[in-house]
C-alpha cells in the first residue's frame, strides 16, 4: 500500500536531533514557557518575516485567540461579521462562531478552491469587521483587491495559515501578508509537531501582547488576570521538536512541488480535473494535491484497490454540518460541488519516485 502520508518515515529522517532536543527538554527540568519556546517563536518569526509569534497550542486556538485579543481590544464585537470561505476546513469558522462572531460564508473559485476574491465587496456590510483568508491546500490566497477592500472598509485581514507555511505572494511568506494569522503544527501538515500545537503571526505588537496574555488565563503578570483567558501554550518539547524540523521545511516543500508537477504532467486521465499551477510554483506548497472527479468514489475505489490511499478532503462543507444545523437549508453550489468531487492523492517529502509513477499508472487506467 502507497501511504497517504508516511510520518513515520518524515520523522525518522532527524531521528537523532529530535530525540537529542527531547532529552535535552527532559534533563532541564523546563517544560512550559521556557527558552525552547522562545528560541522557536524567534526562529519561525525571522523565517515568516514578521516581528511577533506566540506558540499556542494548537490551530483553532490560533484563529480563536487572534479574534478573541480583536474583541478584548474593542475592534471588535460580538455579533460582528467576518468574511470567511465557504469551502474550508470547520476550523476557520468554528474560530468565528466560538466568539459569538457572524461568518459570513462566500462561495470559491472553482479553479483555486481559494476564496473568490470578486465576490467579497457584495457582502460586505457595515458590520464586517475582518477577512478570514484561508490558504487551502497549500495554495495563498491573496491580491492587490483584497488590500485595497480592507483599506477602504477598514477591515482586519486574518490569514488560516494552517496549510501553506513556506508559501509566498511577491516574495512574501503566507503569515505575514495580513494583520494577524494562525498555523497549526498538527502531525500532519508540511512542518508537523508530535502532538497538536499552533502558533500565531502578527506585526501588531499590541494584538501579540494580548493573545500571549489570553493564552495563559488572561495573564500577563503571574496570579495578575487583566482577561478571561484560556489555557493554550505550546509545550517546550513541542517547540523544541518544531525548531529542528523548521530548518528542513524549504526542501520539503520543494520536494512536494516537484512531485505535484510531475503529476500535473504525467496524469492524463481527461475524466480526471487536476488542481491549477499557480502561475509562480512558490504560491503553493502542496499540501494537499487534490484532484475532483464526477465519479468520486468510485474512483477512490479503484485506488485503494490498486494500493493506493487516497483521501476525502473534505466530504463534507460546512454549511451542511449538523454543528452548523441552521444553515444546513443554505445553498452554496460551488462549495458543495467541490466537496462531492474532491481526493487526495499522496504526497509527501518522503514518496519514492517509483510509487508517484505507480499512482500516475493507476490513475490513467482508470476508466469510468
Request: charged share 25%; with cysteine; aromatic share 8%.
Amino acid at each position: 500500500m502507497i501511504k497517504f502520508l508516511d510520518l513515520q518515515k518524515i520523522n525518522a529522517q532527524y531521528s537523532n536531533e529530535l530525540k537529542k532536543v527531547t532529552e535535552e527538554v527532559i534533563d532541564s527540568g523546563w517544560y512550559l514557557l521556557g527558552e525552547r519556546l522562545r528560541q522557536f517563536e524567534a526562529n519561525l518569526a525571522c523565517y515568516i518575516g514578521v516581528k511577533h509569534v506566540i506558540g499556542v497550542a494548537n490551530g483553532l486556538d490560533a484563529l480563536k485567540l487572534i479574534l478573541k485579543a480583536y474583541i478584548a481590544l474593542d475592534v471588535m464585537r460580538e455579533g460582528d461579521e467576518v468574511i470567511v470561505p465557504a469551502n474550508t476546513f470547520i476550523a476557520s469558522i468554528l474560530a468565528v462562531t466560538h466568539n459569538r462572531l457572524k461568518p459570513i460564508l462566500i462561495e470559491p473559485d472553482i479553479h483555486t478552491y481559494n476564496i473568490d476574491v470578486e465576490r467579497i465587496e457584495d457582502h460586505i456590510t457595515t458590520k464586517t469587521k475582518a477577512i478570514l483568508l484561508v490558504h487551502l491546500y497549500g495554495r495563498v490566497v491573496f491580491s492587490d483587491r483584497i488590500s485595497e477592500l480592507a483599506k477602504k472598509y477598514n477591515l482586519k485581514i486574518i490569514e488560516d495559515n494552517a496549510q501553506a507555511i513556506g508559501a509566498e505572494w511577491h516574495g512574501m511568506k503566507a503569515g505575514s501578508l495580513g494583520d494577524a494569522a494562525g498555523f497549526s503544527f498538527y502531525p500532519g501538515k508540511n512542518l508537523g509537531a508530535l502532538g497538536d500545537a499552533g502558533a500565531v503571526t502578527t506585526n501588531d505588537s499590541l494584538l501579540a501582547d494580548t493573545i500571549r496574555a489570553l493564552g495563559n488565563y488572561g495573564s500577563v503578570k503571574k496570579y495578575i488576570n487583566s482577561y478571561q483567558g484560556l489555557n493554550s501554550r505550546l509545550d517546550e518539547i513541542q517547540a523544541a521538536l518544531l525548531d529542528v524540523k523548521l530548518k528542513y521545511i524549504e526542501r520539503e516543500n520543494q520536494i512536494r512541488r516537484d512531485i505535484a508537477k510531475w503529476y500535473l504532467s504525467a496524469i492524463e486521465n481527461k475524466s480526471i480535473i487536476l488542481p491549477q499551477m499557480a502561475e509562480n510554483e512558490r504560491e503553493q506548497v502542496w499540501h494537499l494535491f487534490v484532484i475532483r472527479s464526477a465519479e468520486r468514489d468510485r474512483l477512490l475505489q479503484h485506488l485503494i484497490a490498486n494500493g493506493v490511499q487516497a483521501l476525502v478532503h473534505y466530504p463534507v462543507p460546512p454549511h451542511k454540518q449538523r454543528a452548523y444545523k441552521e444553515w444546513n437549508d443554505l445553498s452554496f453550489p460551488i462549495t458543495e460541488k467541490i466537496h462531492k468531487e474532491v481526493l487526495t492523492l499522496p504526497i509527501s517529502p518522503v514518496m519514492e519516485g517509483n510509487d508517484v509513477e505507480r499512482v500516475i499508472g493507476i490513475l490513467n487506467a482508470y476508466s469510468n
